[in-house]
């Protein structure tokens, strides 16, 4: 599976919009971006996923470059409670094993 | 959403002891499971890949005979850590996946003492 590299942290003021970028240079025409999140001492909840279409669902929007080698998580109204380390995961969709391989991912600090 | 239950959410245990974490899919049946183990201010590290009916594959690293693992149901699956010392002690995390991707479970804090 594809590598990806995000910022080791970022801070967005309460209320307004968050965007996470994700670098994933080396993605495949069959690998989807995976978006997670895991507020502190819990496990990952699951945000959105896409392929090469933006997508958007209660949650968040994710916006994908048409080259896919880049992509943006956007949360259009951020909250105190949106404190947490999001991660961006490159993962073939109903690969061999479907395991998910985490990096560092970026926290995100909403600021009130 | 579908839900992934772990149990324990906490555990404390004495060095040379054994300690048994549950994984279940609540409302899904999965064939594969998987394991995490996340130190602190770490991110997730992938330990073992359960199988149902069938051994579990493990990652690079992770000692088979000291993290065991049984997927003895499709609903089920347990982690053993065995002689389990403070070095063990971590965040184990189980994952399954229903539909288009994996959910993960609460999470279980392991600490040894």
């Known amino acids: 599976d594809a590598k990806t590299t995000q910022p080791t942290s970022m801070d967005c003021a309460e209320g307004r919009a968050a965007n996470l970028p994700c670098n994933h240079s080396?993605?495949?025409?069959?690998?989807?971006v995976y978006w997670y999140r895991q507020i502190h001492s819990q496990g990952p909840q699951y945000i959105i996923h896409g392929l090469k279409n933006n997508e958007t669902n209660e949650m968040a929007s994710l916006i994908i470059t048409e080259d896919r080698k880049s992509s943006t998580l956007i949360l259009p109204h951020a909250t105190l409670r949106d404190t947490a380390v999001y991660y961006c995961i490159v993962r073939s969709y109903g690969g061999a094993t479907n395991k998910l391989i985490f990096g560092t991912g970026t926290l995100l600090a909403v600021q009130p | 959403g579908a839900v992934v239950s772990q149990h324990p959410s906490r555990v404390i245990c004495k060095s040379g002891t054994s300690v048994k974490i549950e994984c279940r899919s609540l409302d899904f049946q999965a064939t594969t499971m998987f394991w995490y183990r996340q130190f602190p201010k770490q991110s997730l590290m992938l330990m073992a890949t359960?199988?149902?009916?069938?051994?579990?594959?493990?990652e690079q690293g992770v000692e088979k005979d000291k993290f065991l693992i049984n997927h003895a149901s499709l609903t089920l699956s347990t982690l053993t850590v065995t002689s389990a010392h403070p070095e063990d002690s971590s965040f184990y995390i189980c994952?399954?996946?229903?539909?288009?991707?994996?959910?993960f479970g609460q999470g279980t804090r392991l600490t040894v003492v």
């Open positions: 359960s199988n149902e009916g069938s051994k579990a594959t493990y």
């Open positions: 994952s399954a996946r229903t539909g288009t991707h994996p959910f």
């Open positions: 080396t993605i495949s025409g069959n690998e989807y």
